[in-house]
């Protein structure tokens, strides 16, 4: 089955930085607008971060705006999103996937793992 794979969460504390990679592998994400969601314990998955097929419009929740960049590299099949500033409101499991009007679309087989962000005050 087709999932993403997450990867470079930990744990941080308030004001730190960390760099999150979402690898498509078996999916050729190219086309795809692509999107960052976060799920902290209790919650529901919510809308971080997307950007178009080319990676030149991004948009973003308010809560994030300013502190993150999200990004892409169609060559290696990636998408990435840079955080800074880190608050511990945003901790949380992070997932990518594909987004339209800030809603996931799922363009693989299933939501992968997810990876945490720990932000300790």
């Known amino acids: 089955q087709v999932q993403p794979v997450e990867s470079g969460g930990g744990l941080v504390q308030a004001g730190g930085s960390l760099r999150l990679s979402c690898a498509a592998s078996?999916?050729?994400?190219?086309?795809?607008?692509m999107g960052w969601f976060r799920q902290a314990s209790g919650k529901e998955r919510v809308f971080v971060a997307g950007?178009?097929?080319?990676?030149?419009?991004?948009y973003y929740a308010d809560s994030v705006k300013g502190r993150f960049t999200i990004s892409r590299d169609n060559a290696k099949n990636m998408v990435y999103l840079q955080m800074n500033s880190l608050k511990p409101e945003d901790t949380a499991v992070y997932y990518c996937?594909?987004?339209?009007?800030?809603?996931?679309?799922?363009?693989?087989?299933?939501w992968g793992q997810g990876t945490q962000v720990t932000v300790s005050s």
């Open positions: 950007l178009n097929w080319s990676g030149d419009s991004t």
């Open positions: 996937n594909g987004v339209v009007n800030r809603r996931p679309v799922n363009v693989f087989g299933s």
């Open positions: 078996g999916r050729t994400i190219s086309s795809y607008a």
